[in-house]
């Protein structure tokens, strides 16, 4: 079955860098985009970008500059680096696999990031 | 960038009762592919309708969903108790976007 694991719980101080990765299994993880998506506390869904097999990545246009996504096939494992850290990125962070054509359907389990000096 | 309006913010209802959520679009022309998406506390999403009107695998069928334009509309036909929680549409096409959710609570 489809799963994607998240790597734990992250605290950072204002300036610093965080990188989630999401390990793959259950399907052939060179096939499919890979989504980002954040979830501030109390708050609804952002979407951050996405990563496609090519490797080509698609940013919101609030997050160009400081985040960086990448895949690893020989681990299938995707990452997600977000540099520049302020209290208003402390999220859960969610990886997603795509079900079909730009929608994700397969979420991993999240990874709260903590900003705070 | 394509803003979505959920409405209404939180809808009380009983079980069994026809839940009827509404997610509008600033503007109409770029979007592809419309998704709804239900999320319970401490929980990831779970994917429920794509491309406006398709059902995800597993989801029942009491869970339903139309629209075309800047209107759609997720329709609940017998509300369950495992079916209060949060849901969220998501629009491709210009850029990608979530709506703020309306929760479903129970009344």
């Known amino acids: 079955q489809v799963q994607l694991v998240q790597s734990g719980a992250e605290v950072k101080e204002p300036g610093a860098s965080v990188k989630v990765s999401c390990q793959a299994s259950g399907f052939n993880f060179n096939s499919y985009s890979m989504h980002w998506v954040r979830q501030a506390p109390g708050q609804g869904l952002e979407w951050m970008g996405v990563i496609n097999p090519s490797p080509h990545t698609t940013y919101a246009q609030k997050f160009q500059g400081r985040l960086t996504m990448t895949r690893d096939t020989s681990t299938s494992t995707a990452y997600m680096e977000l540099s520049s850290l302020t209290s208003e990125d402390t999220a859960v962070y969610y990886c997603?696999?795509?079900?079909?054509?730009?929608?994700?359907?397969?979420w991993g389990q999240g990874t709260l990031v903590t900003v705070s000096s | 960038e394509i803003v979505l309006t959920q409405s209404p913010g939180t809808l009380s209802l009983s079980p069994g009762e026809r839940a009827t959520l509404s997610c509008r679009a600033s503007?109409?022309?770029?979007?592809?592919?419309l998704t709804w998406y239900q999320q319970k506390p401490g929980q990831a999403p779970r994917l429920l309708i794509y491309?406006?009107?398709s059902r995800a695998t597993g989801v029942p069928d009491r869970f339903s969903a139309s629209g075309s334009g800047t209107d759609f509309t997720l329709t609940i036909s017998r509300l369950e108790p495992e079916d209060f929680a949060v849901y969220y549409c998501q629009q491709y096409g210009d850029s990608f976007t979530f709506g703020p959710g309306t929760k479903v609570d129970i009344k």
């Open positions: 997603a696999r795509e079900s079909y054509e730009w929608t994700p359907g397969y």
């Open positions: 491309d406006t009107s």
């Open positions: 503007q109409s022309l770029y979007i592809k592919y």
